[in-house]
Structures are given as structure tokens and as C-alpha cells.
């Protein structure tokens, strides 16, 4: 099992920026992608951006020029800097963890919420 662990969601006014963070622990060994999901309330949980252990990165069209994620492999860290945030960016953004192991399986953390006020 991955264990992942979040921080840095908030509340931040619009155009402002904020950092998360999260940590992967467990059986990590075999994680090759980790990535950020969000979810509003009402809508579907969607991708943000994932990265790979080579760095490889894919963004959502609409957080494209204002999300940079970035991770480190030694630490299991992988972090999304988020700037020119919009009020559309409010959700809770969920931690991703996803190990090639077996059949692959994926893992979540808990979530952590963002808001941005108008």
C-alpha cells in the first residue's frame, strides 16, 4: 500500500497563489507517476497534472501557464505550485499515486481544500 499525505491548500483571494504538497510512504518502490486531481462540489473529480519519475508532466487545458508540478524522486514529493488562481480553482485537490506493480493500482490521499475568493 502507498500512504500519501497532503498540505498546503487554503484560502487565498483571487490572482493570489498557494503550494501544495504531498508525500508518498509505504510501498513506493514501484510508484512511477504521482499527480494532483480536483474535485468541486457537484462535478467529477478531474485531473490537474500528473508527472513521472522521468518528468514527464501533463496539465489540464485550463490550468495550462498558471500550474508548475513538479517532484522530487528521492523524497516521494511531488508539489503544484499554483498561481493566477480564479474562483473556478476552488475544489478539494487530491493527491495521486499511481504503481506499475502487479496490475498497476492507484492510490489517494485524503484531500486538501483550496479556495479562492472574488
Known amino acids: 500500500q502507498v500512504q500519501l499525505v497532503e498540505s498546503g491548500g487554503g484560502l487565498v483571494q483571487a490572482g493570489g497563489s498557494l503550494r501544495l504538497s504531498c508525500t508518498a510512504s509505504g510501498s513506493v518502490a514501484s510508484v512511477n507517476r504521482m499527480g494532483w486531481y480536483r474535485q468541486a462540489p457537484g462535478k467529477p473529480r478531474e485531473l490537474v497534472a500528473t508527472?513521472?519519475?522521468?518528468?514527464?508532466?501533463n496539465y489540464a487545458d485550463s490550468v495550462k501557464g498558471r500550474f508548475t508540478i513538479s517532484g522530487d524522486n528521492a523524497k516521494k514529493t511531488v508539489y503544484l505550485q499554483m498561481s493566477s488562481l480564479k474562483p473556478e480553482d476552488t475544489a478539494v485537490y487530491y493527491c495521486?499515486?499511481?504503481?506499475?506493480?502487479?496490475?498497476?493500482?492507484?492510490?489517494w490521499g485524503q484531500g486538501t481544500q483550496v479556495t479562492v475568493s472574488s
Open positions: 508527472i513521472t519519475n522521468e518528468g514527464w508532466t
Open positions: 495521486n499515486a499511481y504503481r506499475s506493480a502487479g496490475f498497476g493500482s492507484s492510490h
